[in-house]
């Protein structure tokens, strides 16, 4: 199948993208989100208050090993991990439906910046400080009769297209 080998995934170039989870509370959706970031080479995960941390069975069942080949790093509180991530130079970017966000389809990532992309707990989503504290709010449009999707599949949805216009654009 052509796939890497985990020590030449860890060398491989990745996509200037961070992922962040606020107090995401299910394991099997942290699980699910470290596969999503080996499938699309995202640079780093970090998992924040709440949001357990591997080594864990629970997050290994949907990770199938990319909680070993996915860089990760944790905080105690997320606001700490924005201030880290704004003074590295990342565009830091809410997924969250808020007044004056920017649908998704919408956004074009400039391939001259690193972005960080925080997604939030499965019912309270992104907490507010940390809503305050980023530069762009994103939403996905929604046509169905729920005003939201569950954590890891919009942090897929998210990557996914992060992914796809930033390898359009370079």
């Known amino acids: 199948m052509n796939r890497l080998s985990a020590d030449q995934f860890r060398n491989a170039p990745k996509i200037p993208l961070v992922v962040v989870l606020d107090n995401v509370r299910s394991l099997n959706n942290i699980g699910s989100i470290f596969r999503t970031c080996d499938a699309f080479a995202v640079e780093k995960l970090i998992l924040c208050g709440i949001s357990q941390t591997p080594p864990s069975p629970e997050i290994h069942k949907t990770a199938l090993g990319a909680e070993d080949t996915v860089e990760w790093e944790y905080f ?3 606001l700490d991990a924005v201030a880290a991530l704004k003074a ?5 970017c809410c997924l969250e ?5 920017k649908m998704l389809g919408d956004f074009r990532p400039d391939p001259l910046h690193k972005y960080a992309f925080i997604a ?3 019912v309270d989503g992104v907490a507010q400080p940390v809503v305050d504290a980023c530069e762009l709010s994103l939403e996905i449009p929604q046509a169905g009769t729920k005003h939201s999707l569950n954590v890891a599949v919009s942090t897929a949805i998210t990557i996914w297209h992060f992914f796809s216009a930033y390898n359009s654009a370079n």
């Open 97 to 101: 439906q808020v007044e004056g966000s």
């Open 120 to 122: 939030g707990h499965e």
């Open 76 to 78: 105690s509180h997320t």
């Open 88 to 92: 590295r130079g990342y565009t830091v």
